[in-house]
């Protein structure tokens, strides 16, 4: 029997047919879906995923194309799918190992509010431009045309302020080692 009509008694729901039709193309699907997912193990479970779909949509397909194209394309969704899912998987992953504790957040917010103290310390020419650059991320030429001031007096008043608060930061007992450790 030719494959046309392996199809066809296959359609009608002859398993046998069905099997012979896909003992031709077992090792093609394979090869290509492990083209794609580069994982043996993964590459065999998506090719038999492959014939299961094959089998439930067979009565679909109407030999508009040859059968192996429209296998193909299976196989390709099937895999396409699988990467999506795998992907979002790891996305999901990483988002969990990103995940900050209780602790984590309240250590951030003690550090934050001992800079901010720290930073309401100092001059108000040096908290400005501290401020504007270093938490609102203006440029140079911004900060000078706010300050009213030239380049080089806001670039060494930020420098000035930078080693000010550094300095005074390093004053408070294990402030320092804690926010490096913390990376």
Do not use: C, H
């Not at 938490?135 to 030239?150: D, V």
């Amino acid at each position: 029997m030719d494959e046309k009509q392996l199809l066809l008694k296959a359609q009608e729901g002859d398993i046998e047919s069905f099997e012979n039709v896909l003992s031709t193309y077992q090792n093609y699907i394979y090869n290509v879906i492990y083209r794609i997912v580069d994982v043996k193990e993964d590459a065999l479970d998506l090719t038999q995923e492959t014939f299961i779909k094959a089998y439930i949509n067979l009565k679909k397909f109407r030999g508009n194309s040859e059968f192996k194209t429209w296998l193909y394309r299976i196989a390709v969704n099937v895999s396409l799918d699988f990467i999506r899912k795998k992907k979002g998987v790891e996305e999901q992953l990483e988002e969990i190992s990103d995940f900050r504790t209780p602790e984590d957040i309240f250590d951030d917010k003690v550090t934050r509010k001992i800079i901010i103290d720290e930073l309401n310390k100092l001059k108000s020419e040096y908290k400005i431009v501290l401020i504007l650059r270093d938490i609102e991320g203006l440029t140079y030429n911004e900060i000078a045309k706010i300050t009213n001031t030239n380049i080089g007096t806001v670039k060494s008043r930020i420098s000035r302020a930078r080693n000010i608060l550094k300095e005074n930061l390093k004053k408070i007992p294990g402030f320092i080692n804690a926010v490096e450790e913390r990376g």
